[in-house]
Nanobody, 127 residues
Framework: QVRLVESGGGSVQAGGSLRLSCEAS????????LGWWRQTPGKEREFVAA????????SYAESVKGRFTITRENANNTVYLQMNNLNPEDTAVYYC????????????????????WGQGTQVTVAS
C-alpha cells in the first residue's frame, strides 16, 4: 500500500517559517515528480510547488515564488517544503502528492499528473 505522510504543519505568526516534510512508503518515487498542493474550505485544491525526479526542475505557484522552496531526498523517499515569510493567505491544509509518470519533471502541474496523495497537514498563519 502506497502512503504519503506529511508532517511539520502548525500555527505561526505572519512573517514566520515552517518546514513541511512528506515521507513516502510502499513504492519509490525516485523516478517521479513530487509536489505540494493546498486547500482551504470551500475552495479547489491549488498547486503550490513541484519538483522533478532528479531535483533538476522545480516550479512554483506565483503566490509563493521567492518564499517557498521545494526539495527532495530520493534516498529517503521524502519531499520537503520550506515556507518562509508566511502570511495569513497561506493558511490551508497542505497535501503532498506523487506522480507516476517516469522521469517526471516539475512542469506538468495539473492535478491529474499526481496519482498519490497524503492526508494533509494544517498550516495556520496568524496576522
Amino acid at each position: 500500500q502506497v502512503r504519503l505522510v506529511e508532517s511539520g504543519g502548525g500555527s505561526v505568526q505572519a512573517g514566520g517559517s515552517l518546514r513541511l516534510s512528506c515521507e513516502a512508503s510502499g513504492r519509490t518515487f525516485r523516478w517521479n515528480a513530487l509536489g505540494w498542493w493546498r486547500q482551504t474550505p470551500g475552495k479547489e485544491r491549488e498547486f503550490v510547488a513541484a519538483i522533478g525526479w532528479s531535483g533538476g526542475s522545480v516550479s512554483y505557484a506565483e503566490s509563493v515564488k521567492g518564499r517557498f522552496t521545494i526539495t527532495r531526498e530520493n534516498a529517503n523517499n521524502t519531499v520537503y517544503l520550506q515556507m518562509n515569510n508566511l502570511n495569513p493567505e497561506d493558511t490551508a491544509v497542505y497535501y503532498c502528492a506523487g506522480g507516476s509518470r517516469r522521469w517526471g519533471n516539475a512542469y506538468r502541474t495539473e492535478r491529474e499528473e499526481f496519482d498519490y496523495w497524503g492526508q494533509g497537514t494544517q498550516v495556520t498563519v496568524a496576522s
